[in-house]
């Protein structure tokens, strides 16, 4: 694999990696600071457009891992058990998602989460 295709491919990566940390370490303590009313008007106009950039980067981090694993599958080269492990915890963060963060984000959007007594 050249380098410049190697170089992107660690970068892309990379800003997923960096997304997450963001979305953890800024973004969600952030939220947390809100009132429900506040929250729930952010995501009304945000949320689609936060929800489509991290399906746009997971999707794009598990193909790259996957490319990486066939690559290196193919050329018998040693990094395949490394290549391999991080497709499967790219994979992973789709299933996590798909099992607790889907129904979670919905309920955001149907403001089904909102305090009884607002």
């Given at each position: 694999m050249n380098r410049v295709l190697s170089f992107t491919l660690v970068a892309l990566y990379a800003l997923f990696l960096g997304s997450q940390i963001t979305e953890g370490c800024l973004l969600v303590p952030y939220w947390q600071s809100l009132s429900a009313n506040e929250f729930y008007s952010f995501y009304e106009d945000l949320g689609p457009a936060i929800n489509q950039f991290y399906t746009v980067l997971t999707i794009m981090a598990v193909l790259i891992t996957l490319g990486v694993s066939?690559?290196?599958l193919f050329r018998k080269r040693k990094a395949f058990k490394y290549a391999l492990t991080s497709t499967v915890f790219s994979?992973?963060?789709i299933l996590l998602f798909y099992i607790y963060f889907k129904g979670v984000?919905?309920?955001y959007f149907q403001e089904a989460l909102k305090p009884s007594y607002m």
């Open positions: 066939v690559y290196c994979a992973l963060v984000n919905q309920s």
